[in-house]
């Protein structure tokens, strides 16, 4: 059974720090890896997907990293801004459905 | 290309009712799949359908079912509600380029 954990759970950073954020996973038989983004009450917004074969991809200030031998994926925003404050979920695709992880509910200071 | 979407957004049953929620997924998406997402529990997985069929089950009672169109629309169905069922129910349309959710439904059960 897939396991899929996020460190921290919780970050408060000020406006214009970089973000780190962790995401493991216990079977490495996967598709891909894809990060999320939800506001609180909506659904979730699609930020970056990671083909198993791939090692990075990048979008504007994100940039998301996969080893898929270890089992980690690392997200990066850079110069975080306060709408970045939100849930972020790493979600790993195999078998036909997504295991995820319970979030980094990030909260950026004006 | 319009996303996907979710009706109703929101519902009020009451304990052993049924409820039927629907999903539109994003055109030329085959794949469409369901979760459950609760403060406790986080996103779990119900069921994932391609070109109608059940490809994957979640862990769910046999009171949760779903189904899966010719156009690749989807429903699901719950019965005998119980208080516990009270969450947001989300629905994603897949394709090699990630999965794509919608607004989800926030059903609560009285």
């Known amino acids: 059974k897939q396991e899929v954990t996020q460190i921290p759970a919780a970050l408060s950073v000020p406006e214009g720090e970089n973000l780190v954020l962790n995401c493991s996973f216990t079977d490495s038989a996967i598709y891909n890896l894809q990060w999320f983004r939800q506001d609180p009450g909506k659904g979730l917004t699609s930020l970056l997907l990671i083909q198993s074969s791939q090692r990075e991809q990048t979008s504007g200030r994100l940039n998301a990293s996969l080893d898929k031998s270890s089992g980690r994926s690392t997200l990066y925003i850079a110069a975080s801004q306060p709408g970045d404050s939100a849930t972020y979920l790493c979600?790993?695709?195999?078998?036909?459905?997504?295991?995820f992880g319970a979030g980094t509910t990030v909260t950026v200071r004006a | 290309k319009a996303g996907v979407t979710q009706t109703p957004r929101y519902l009020i049953k009451t304990r052993g009712q049924q409820v039927t929620l629907s999903c539109s997924p994003i055109s030329g998406h085959r794949s469409v799949s369901w979760y459950q997402q609760t403060p406790g529990q986080g996103l779990q997985f119900l069921f994932e359908y391609f070109s109608e069929t059940q490809r994957n089950k979640g862990n769910f009672p046999g009171r949760f079912s779903g189904r899966q169109f010719s156009n690749s629309r989807s429903e699901m169905n719950v019965s005998t509600l119980e208080l516990g069922d009270s969450a947001l129910y989300l629905c994603?349309?897949?394709?090699?380029?990630?999965?794509?959710f919608g607004q989800g439904t926030r059903l609560t059960v009285v």
């Open positions: 979600a790993v695709n195999g078998d036909y459905k997504l295991s």
């Open positions: 994603a349309s897949s394709s090699s380029l990630g999965a794509f």
